[in-house]
Nanobody, 119 residues
Framework: QLRLVESGGGSVQTGGSLNLSCEASGRTIEGRTFSDYSMGWFRQAPGKARELVAGISWSGGSIHYVDSVKGRFTISRDNAKNTMYLQMNNLKPEDTAVYYC???????WGQGTQVTVAS
């Protein structure tokens, strides 16, 4: 099983920054590891559907963002460290949600980390 653990969430004021990390360990039954997967950061706000915030290919060469975070969030990964990151700047109250890391096949998920942005 590919285990994913998020960290770095917290409470900040509007305009503040947070850097989320997602550390991976293990491998799937098929023998796949973190570096074999395109990965993504998802978020779910209360009463709303879970949405993909940012995605990154296995090599890091292809990246995409949802329009609402473009220019403010930066996704990256370090395959040598089995870790993915999400640098979040200029945070807004509407960014408040539980943030999850997962592979883009949505087969493996972390437990989530809460991000709260106060106005």
């Amino acid at each position: 099983q590919l285990r994913l653990v998020e960290s770095g969430g917290g409470s900040v004021q509007t305009g503040g920054s947070l850097n989320l990390s997602c550390e991976a360990s293990g491998r799937t039954i098929e023998g796949r590891t973190f570096s074999d997967y395109s990965m993504g950061w998802f978020r779910q706000a209360p009463g709303k559907a879970r949405e993909l915030v940012a995605g990154i290919s296995w090599s890091g060469g292809s990246i995409h963002y949802v329009d609402s975070v473009k220019g403010r969030f930066t996704i990256s990964r370090d395959n040598a460290k089995n870790t993915m990151y999400l640098q979040m700047n200029n945070l807004k109250p509407e960014d408040t949600a539980v943030y999850y890391c997962a592979d883009m096949e949505r087969a493996n998920w972390g437990q989530g980390t809460q991000v709260t942005v106060a106005s």
